[in-house]
T-cell receptor, first 117, second 113 residues
Framework: AQTVTQSQPEMSVQEAETVTLSCTYDTSESDYYLFWYKQPPSRQMILVIRQEAYKQQNATENRFSVNFQKAAKSFSLKISDSQLGDAAMYFCAYRNAGGTSYGKLTFGQGTILTVHP | DTEVTQTPKHLVMGMTNKKSLKCEQHMGHRAMYWYKQKAKKPPELMFVYSYEKLSINESVPSRFSPECPNSSLLNLHLHALQPEDSALYLC????????????FGSGTRLTVV
């Protein structure tokens, strides 16, 4: 079974600064997908960024980027130029590729990010 | 339409009540999911429907009964719940094997009294 570990229950950052959230995972599969989701107090889970395991290039979405280290099974999220609206619970998630027409997401325990003005 | 709509947003029910949660999407997604989420915890998968057929039941108690009447609609019927079932219930949908196709609704906050 796959597991996802987020070792930082809480993190804080000053507005306009950079913060990195950590995530490690364990799997015996070679092909899979990794995600970072954001869940603000409004409760909706919002996809921040995704990474396909077969791609060596790290994914980037505007101020959000990942450091994907496949051999180390590490998938950290870097948020640059942090904004007050970035404050939320962040979940790292894993999904096997292929096999079925649906995907089961395995989530980490989450990291609460606080942004200070 | 790029949303998953869940109703109601809040629900308070007694332990002897019967109620239903509703989830709707019109994105053509063929996989739909129910998740249960306790405060400050990750979502826990309950059920997966793929092409309107139940594909995964994560050993959920029978007091939760899912239903997928068509490809756009997913219901969760609730009966004889316990206070520990109080949680946020999230619905999601996905394109299936394509990555990143998950879209979540904003959830139903359920309180069992």
């Amino acid at each position: 079974a796959q597991t996802v570990t987020q070792s930082q229950p809480e993190m804080s950052v000053q507005e306009a600064e950079t913060v990195t959230l950590s995530c490690t995972y364990d799997t015996s599969e070679s092909d899979y997908y990794l995600f970072w989701y954001k869940q603000p107090p409004s409760r909706q889970m919002i996809l921040v960024i995704r990474q396909e395991a077969y791609k060596q290039q790290n994914a980037t979405e505007n101020r959000f980027s990942v450091n994907f280290q496949k051999a180390a099974k590490s998938f950290s999220l870097k948020i640059s130029d942090s904004q007050l609206g970035d404050a939320a619970m962040y979940f790292c998630a894993y999904r096997n590729a292929g096999g079925t027409s649906y995907g089961k997401l395995t989530f980490g325990q989450g990291t609460i990010l606080t942004v200070h003005p | 339409d790029t949303e998953v709509t869940q109703t109601p947003k809040h629900l308070v029910m007694g332990m002897t009540n019967k109620k239903s949660l509703k989830c709707e999407q019109h994105m053509g997604h063929r996989a739909m999911y129910w998740y249960k989420q306790k405060a400050k915890k990750p979502p826990e998968l309950m059920f997966v429907y793929s092409y309107e057929k139940l594909s995964i039941n994560e050993s959920v108690p029978s007091r939760f009964s899912p239903e997928c009447p068509n490809s756009s609609l997913l219901n969760l019927h609730l009966h004889a719940l316990q206070p520990e079932d109080s949680a946020l219930y999230l619905c999601a949908s996905s394109l299936g094997i394509l990555p990143g196709g998950y879209t979540f609704g904003s959830g139903t906050r359920l309180t069992v009294v």
